[in-house]
């Protein structure tokens, strides 16, 4: 899909294709549509980023507990949404050794009951190891500084969805 095309879409089908960058969060997308015209794909993102940034911290805190636990409850029972399931499933979260997953399950409680959001990690840019190691560092420390780094990796997860949603179909590439 070229940029002229993203475009072009009306607002239904821009947030039918592009509702799920932010998981859950379909509202910042419908809002980032007004920003139209976009020279590039960088464009979009950008402004996805500055609707995200002007959120109050409460705001960016709602955006994080829209996200499924790594390795939890969700992904057991098969309510990920396709991209989730996709991400959690190339970082190994559903193949975790039982040990493996008792710590997952009982590291991402005790970072949640000190937070009041989920620990979030851009698993596409991870693995299992290295997600483990980041849960267990990022749990000790202070909230804002938590709720910030989580905000980053939202925008990672952000960035590559958008890569793949635009990317993938080559001939026209953004
Ligand atoms: N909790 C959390 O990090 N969830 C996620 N990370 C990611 O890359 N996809 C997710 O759903």
Redesign the pocket.
């Known amino acids: 899909m070229d940029i002229g095309a993203v475009n072009a879409l009306s607002y239904e089908d821009f947030v039918n294709i592009f509702g799920n960058v932010v998981?859950k969060c379909p509202i910042i997308t419908a809002a980032v549509w007004s920003r139209r015209p976009f020279g590039n794909l960088n464009a979009l993102e950008t402004a996805i980023n500055e609707f995200i940034d002007e959120l109050p911290e409460s705001g960016k805190e709602g955006i994080l507990r829209c996200?499924?636990?790594?390795a939890g409850r969700d992904l057991q029972s098969g309510t990920?949404?396709r991209?989730?399931r996709e991400?959690?499933a190339r970082?190994g979260m559903d193949a975790l050794s039982p040990g493996e997953a008792a710590r997952m399950a009982r590291l991402n409680e005790e970072y949640k009951k000190r937070f009041g959001f989920?620990?979030?990690?851009?698993?596409?840019m991870s693995d299992k190891n290295t997600i483990l190691q980041q849960l267990s560092e990022r749990r000790l420390h202070e909230l804002p500084v938590e709720r910030a780094r989580g905000i980053e990796?939202v925008k990672k997860?952000c960035r590559?969805r958008l890569q793949s949603l635009v990317l993938s179909d080559a001939p026209n590439k953004l």
């Open positions: 998981e996200h499924p636990d790594l990920l949404t991209e989730s991400e959690q970082a989920p620990f979030v990690i851009c698993a596409r990796e997860i590559v």
